[in-house]
């Protein structure tokens, strides 16, 4: 590894210099510059063996908290995690637990297991509506109707 002297800091400020002067150096230059650097040395996901692994780690916390992954697609890195560990991938459990169980009359309906007209509740009366007729038209005032002397014949 080299050592930087004050006066390769001074060469290499006075180099910036001139190439923002100059025009040649961008914003967006140096941010592409940056990331292809920065891909280079945390882009690789190794494992938990590489240097750069914790670093790796907060970043993706950061982008998970930030919602930089689809709700879908976290499913689906979760269906392999899971599979990884060995546990069994099928459907989602149900969010609620079942109805309890309820047992049915194991009896035949007889004579003495069926209920008394007493024991069965009359039923609720049912209200009727009260639909009006169709609105007819009425007569126009010069006295001529259309359908006057029409007949619509036989069927055939």
Known sequence: ???MTPEDAIKAASSVARDIADGTLS???LEGQAVAELRALVGEVVGPDDPAWSLQCDIARQVLALDGVPADELAEWLAVARQRAGEPVGTPALAETPPEPVSLPT???GPETVPAADDVPDPAPVALAVVPPPPTSPRQ???YDPLTGWSPGGRR
């Open 27 to 29: 914003p967006t230059d």
């Open 1 to 3: 590894m080299t050592t």
């Open 107 to 109: 009896e035949a309906h």
């Open 141 to 143: 005032a010069d006295g």
